[in-house]
């Protein structure tokens, strides 16, 4: 883990926000070098599909080419939702750090049994919540902004 | 349930395995209009995200520029995958017509809890595995074509 990556994935997810999208950021890493950033950009594609994490994983495949993004690593500023946790574990990454989780219950159990099954190849081998004051604060003051 | 758009969406799955892609379909439906068709291209695109169900639900949200696909039902030639049926239950797709499973139990279980999950306005009435043989023919057929 290293801390430079989630720090760009916060400068993502203040851009959705800048665009009035829920604050969400993803940076895709492999050995070192970033392969893919992205921002959640949901309302402004007006497609369910177009998460942070979604945008890195399709950016990422096509900079190498290969729906299989073996040995890279994601970093997310918050816990990823069932959709994007299936696409990572498809994808084969094998390292998801994400910066915090607004307490849905139900979609930790998920997830965690998404990344815990083994079949094809699939293997997610480490899952992190960082817990993370900055990815917290970012999330938390986008929707105290909307409950206004 | 109408049998009429499962027969689309098989059309489409034959789509898929005629360019050497795992067949499966899908197609969207909303007051008996079609606002979608697709077939998987994960390996033309190279990207885990494009199967049939999550470009069905893209080109569906362009045609009524909107990402609320509420009060719309999806065909599938096969059970979704977590990732799918996520964004099914994220778009508020309300129905799921899918054709048969392949036995992975896990992914059933995982699912189930999906479209279960009653936050945010998504709402998934009825999801029903109308376990026809055209389309347990179509998989078996490919993969056993793919052993050889």
């Known amino acids: 883990m290293e801390k430079k990556y989630m720090t760009l994935a916060l400068k993502e997810a203040t851009k959705a926000y800048e665009r009035d999208e829920v604050p969400i950021g993803a940076v895709i890493v492999k050995d070192g070098q970033i392969l893919a950033k992205a921002h959640n950009q949901k309302e402004t594609k007006q497609n369910v599909a ?4 979604m945008i890195a994983i399709r950016k990422a495949s096509k900079k190498i080419k290969n729906w299989r993004l073996s040995d ?9 939702c069932p959709m994007c946790a299936s696409a990572i574990h498809q994808a084969r990454i094998s ?5 915090c989780t607004i ?6 159990e998920i997830i965690e049994k998404i990344f815990s099954t083994t079949n094809r190849n699939q293997k997610v081998t480490h ?14 003051q ?3 902004d909307k409950r206004k």
Request: include cysteine; aromatic fraction near 12%.
């Open 50 to 53: 177009e998460h942070a994490e």
């Open 72 to 80: 890279c690593e994601i970093y997310i500023t918050l816990e990823p």
């Open 95 to 99: 390292k998801v750090y994400y910066g």
């Open 103 to 108: 307490g849905e219950k139900n979609n930790s």
């Open 127 to 140: 899952v992190e919540n960082l817990n993370l004051d900055e990815c917290h604060q970012i999330i938390q």
């Open 142 to 144: 986008f929707f105290k």
